[in-house]
């Protein structure tokens, strides 16, 4: 009889102890702060898991999550997304966790796992992740923090993610409720004044001073207070700063928004015609997606976020060079460099390489601020686009993302150019665009010097696409969209037709070589004299006033992994940057492009960044503005 109450005795204790709460504390820094800190108190309750069988394999729903994690390799699982905005300066202290003891929950089916893309398999390499021995995730919480621009104003972000269930081999644990605590310290001085001396900082090589000076003068009159800046003078004033060039401009910028308040950056300058030489350098990343990730390991690629992100999580300079081997922005197996990537200013860049391409954008950026408003033409929207990829769920990708734009540009009139009502080419576009349209978008494949896409239904056919060339035939003066292109290396700025040269020298014959699997690099068409977006933005008389572009291998996402009945060509990677940036203006009435352009940047990190996938990071290092960012979109009234 004593025994078996000292069995009970036993039983309820243990009852009394796995009802008790677990806590955790996550220290991020203790010391040399005082006592003042402050504690935001966060607490999240989910409901019971419904799982869902689709073809073999389970997917989970909880509807207090806002965001289905789909990362290459990993079980797809429900979060919980919350963004916290701090006074810029902030630090957090550290995070005390507590929860319940978690449910188990048996599978019967292995959750949905995101496949990974391969050149020879576009359906998807398998894996089992039904024996995956350790827990997914690794902890009931993951957060990053970043400093940045929200909608113009210097912030500190923690961007919490809560996971209510895990993963490990064909069992889930559940927990029902989360208490968050986040204890952190403000700043007593910001390091950023906010001066509101200038508004727009302009930097250029010496020789194209005097032809932006009529673009400074419009700048003024239109109420943005504009510094113009040649790069002597910078290279002369950040004398004793940076290693290299470009490390010398990006301490310029920190000076700039530091001293006068500048918030927009537009860089002027690009190769010298098609020499090699930079006129205005850029700086490249060396951030490498795993095999299999993209059609190729792509080693470099353009990226001027890096002027962009000034500053890194702390306040400190951001360098994007943490382990200081000279090479920056480096992220593969090896090493993964340490980078905020939030940008600190709206920027840029008009790549001109000449004196006359600085006239063009100077008298179509004036033109366009002061006649476009209330211009009929303007409420054109232009949706170009096929059937992107052969995927296993038989979407017409293109066509569907170009309709979900639509939804999100009311008051819009849409004209379609679509692989499924016709070709897409030069007569098709130029048709369109002609008569003026206020945004163009055209969502595919591309390269340097042309854009292209599939017939449907199966994602094999190639229309006959939009090159260079047929830019010479547009006829729309004066009615010029803001365009957003989906597609590889539309952006690659870094083209000229010397590369024919230094291809034949480099692989002789083989530089033509047009045999699959062992293509030539005379087919990636970096010998073209512009990029497909620059070409088109700098046009004269015709073309856009902007545009967006990759400057490396674009990706969007294939097929419906989480089973939402949404395609992730819409909700990931390239289809999500798209989206949202459209979504900015024309449900938002956010009319300042760069503003527009850097806050879709910014979202994109509060959403994706917590992947830690090499791949979102390149999504947004590679998502170029060829365009004046403090444009008013539409033109000013008056």
């Known amino acids: 009889m004593i025994m078996n109450s000292k069995i009970i005795i036993i039983i309820i204790l243990l009852i009394i102890f796995l009802a008790i709460p677990s ?108 024996n995956i021995d350790d827990i997914y995730p690794d902890n009931w919480i993951s957060y990053h923090i970043g400093c940045g621009l929200s909608y113009g104003i210097h912030k500190t972000f923690f961007v919490l993610r809560v996971y209510p269930v895990r993963y490990n081999s064909m069992r889930i644990y559940f927990i029902p409720w989360i208490k968050v605590n986040i204890r952190y310290i403000e700043p007593e001085d910001s390091p950023i004044k906010n001066p509101a001396i200038y508004d727009l900082l302009i930097i250029s090589p010496s020789t194209f001073i005097r032809h932006l000076k009529p673009l400074v003068s419009h700048k003024e009159s239109m109420g943005i207070q504009t510094k113009l800046v040649s790069l ?46 930079w006129l205005l350098p850029p700086r490249y990343s060396h951030v490498t997606p795993g095999e299999g990730d993209q059609e190729y390991i792509e080693p470099a690629f353009l990226s001027d976020l890096y002027y962009a992100d000034i500053y890194d999580a702390n306040g400190s300079f ?8 000279n090479i920056f922005s480096s992220w593969d197996t090896t090493f993964r460099e340490k980078m905020d990537l939030y940008p600190d200013v709206y920027l840029g860049r008009l790549p001109c390489r000449n004196i006359r391409e600085v006239e063009i954008m100077v008298d179509k950026i004036i033109t366009y601020e002061k006649k476009s408003f209330g211009k009929t033409w303007f409420k054109n929207l232009v949706l170009i686009g096929g059937d992107s990829y052969n995927d296993k769920m038989g979407f017409n990708e293109g066509e569907l993302i170009c309709d979900e734009v639509e939804k999100h540009m009311p008051g819009f009139n849409a004209i379609k150019v679509y692989a499924s009502q016709n070709d897409i080419n030069r007569k098709t576009a130029n048709t369109a665009l002609n008569p003026g349209c206020g945004f163009a978008y055209f969502v595919g494949h591309g390269s340097p010097g042309t854009w292209n896409t599939h017939f449907p239904p199966d994602g094999s056919e190639w229309t006959t696409g939009y090159s260079i060339r047929d830019m010479l035939f547009l006829r729309n003066k004066d ?144 998502w170029e503005l060829f365009g004046d960012p403090s444009l008013m979109i539409g033109g000013y009234h008056n």
Request: aromatic share 14%; proline share 4%.
């Open 23 to 130: 806590n955790e504390i996550l220290l991020i820094e203790s010391k040399g702060f005082p006592l003042n800190d402050n504690n935001i108190h966060l607490e999240f309750h989910f409901s019971t898991p419904i799982f869902e069988e689709h073809e073999g394999s389970t997917i989970i729903r909880i509807i207090e999550t806002n965001l289905n994690q789909i990362i290459e390799g990993r079980p797809v699982l429900p979060v919980n997304l919350t963004t916290l905005t701090f006074p810029f300066g902030t630090k957090i202290l550290d995070i005390n966790i507590s929860y319940p003891t978690p449910v188990v929950f048996n599978l019967t089916y292995p959750l949905v796992y995101t496949e990974k893309r391969s050149l020879d398999d576009n359906l998807g390499s398998t894996v089992d992740i039904s």
């Open 318 to 325: 951001s360098s994007w060079d943490s382990n200081n081997d």
């Open 232 to 277: 002597d003078e910078v290279y002369d004033k950040i004398f004793w700063y940076g290693r290299d060039k470009p490390e010398k401009i990006k301490y310029f910028i920190k000076q700039a928004i530091e001293n006068w308040g500048v918030k927009y950056v537009l860089l002027v300058g690009g190769l010298e015609g098609q020499k090699l030489n």
């Open 479 to 622: 009615r010029y969209p803001i365009t957003v292109v989906g597609g590889c290396h539309n952006g690659q700025f870094n083209v000229s037709l010397t590369n024919i040269i230094l291809g034949l020298k480099k692989d002789g014959l083989h530089y033509f070589s047009s045999k699959p699997g062992n293509f030539g690099e005379f087919w990636y068409r970096e010998w073209v004299p512009n990029c497909w977006a620059w070409w088109l933005t700098s046009k004269k008389d015709g073309g856009a006033i902007a545009t967006i572009a990759n400057t490396g291998l674009g990706t969007h996402g294939e097929n419906d992994l989480d089973y939402n009945g949404v395609a992730d060509y819409l909700e990931v990677l390239d289809g999500w940057l798209e989206l949202r940036f459209f979504q900015l203006f024309g449900e938002e009435n956010h009319y300042i492009l760069g503003e527009n352009h850097g806050e879709t940047i910014t979202e994109y990190l509060h959403r994706f960044l917590g992947n830690n996938d090499r791949m979102d990071v390149k999504m947004v290092q590679q």
